[in-house]
């Protein structure tokens, strides 16, 4: 069994890492590592993991990590992981980073958004682990730039559309919402309840750092330039994700012909869902699940798309595709260890 390590445990996505794996049935999460909680078990941290996931935290050290897992998830803020990946790769580890630091493959447009990049040539090596879309390239990677939470629900109703020219590549406008815990679980003013209860907010309007991510992806996709507008707003609850996209059509409004595209794209893909006619995505139904929901409508009078698309921006958006990228790079069924069903309510 592939023995699994997740640096940076205690963090949203770590945690959320370290319950996927432990019920994962082929893998074997053999360390956990944290700063802060180095000797203290991930339970005494989330309680809801008391007898089921007692497993102790570790300081990180490259040397212990390589001698006890085979592939290793990097679970840190951005600018961590460019000084840790490189070394474990020369350890001969496969790596699956959930920040930014390997997302790029035009690494200036990551310095743009970020900071000066240490390990640029691994970075344009890396693989963009959009597992619907990159499957292929992921199953050979030696490090995944996992996408992120805004991008992974921005580009998955976009890409098979925007490759069938069926949308105006100027035209397109991604309206997302987060829950809190998008920004993870250091402190910080703007995550406080006071703070972010009974209100709902924009921000980072059109300077966010994930729409050069989200713009990277989709040039590469259409073979030319694309500059989406991209404005996140915060919500006032803990998991999910919602994008509501706006996009002119190339060509007279057709229902039909959109519905073909996207369930063609996604026929055989188990994560992505293509609502029927009668539902709109929302986040209640993809809470805990791996799930990205993708419905639509079509604006006839203005001729205008508008695509709406939900994910659990700690699963899809983080923690579950990175299982799942996982699951392709180690040749198992892409959905082990994400197959839980959904909570009816
Ligand atoms: N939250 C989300 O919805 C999503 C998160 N991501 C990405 O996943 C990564 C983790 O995010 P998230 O879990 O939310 O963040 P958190 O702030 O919740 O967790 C970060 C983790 O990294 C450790 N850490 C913090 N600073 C350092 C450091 N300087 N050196 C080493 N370890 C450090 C922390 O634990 P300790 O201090 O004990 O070491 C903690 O375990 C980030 O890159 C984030 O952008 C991606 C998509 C969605
Ligand atoms: C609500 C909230 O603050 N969300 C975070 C984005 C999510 C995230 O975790 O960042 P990465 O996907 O780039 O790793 C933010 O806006 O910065």
Known sequence: MTRVGVVGATGYAGADLARILHGHPGVELSVITSRQYAGVPLSRIYPSFEGVIDRVCEAFSVDSICEKADLIFTALPHKVPMDIVPRLVERGKRVVDLSADFRFREVD?????????????????????????????????????????????????????????????????????????????SLSIGSLYCEVSESFRAYKVAEHRHNPEMNEVLSRECGQPVAITFVPHLLPMSRGMLTTTYAELTGPADADAIR????????????????????????????????????????????????????????????????????????????AGLDSVPFPL
């Not at 996992?146 to 949308?167: D, E, F, Q």
């Not at 073909?260 to 139904?285: H, M």
């Not at 791996?290 to 994910?311: H, Q």
């Open 260 to 335: 073909s595209c996207l369930t063609g794209f996604y026929a055989g893909r188990p994560f992505v869902r293509i609502c029927s006619e009668n539902r709109l995505p929302d986040t209640r139904n993809v809470r805990g699940t791996n799930f990205c929901d993708i419905g639509f409508r079509v604006d006839k009078k203005n001729n205008r798309l508008i695509l709406i698309s939900a994910i659990d921006n700690l699963v899809k958006g983080a923690a579950g595709q990175a299982v799942q990228n996982m699951n392709l790079m180690l040749g198992l069924d892409e959905t």
């Open 109 to 185: 447009r990551y310095e743009a958004a970020y900071q000066p990049h240490t390990a640029r040539t691994l970075s344009e090596k890396a693989v963009y682990g959009l597992c619907e879309v990159y499957a292929d390239a992921i199953r050979s990677a030696g490090v995944i730039g996992n996408p992120g939470c805004y991008p992974t629900s921005v580009l998955l109703p976009l890409i098979p559309l925007m490759r069938a020219g069926l949308l105006k590549r100027s035209s397109v406008i991604c309206d997302s919402k987060s829950g809190v815990s998008g920004a993870g679980r």
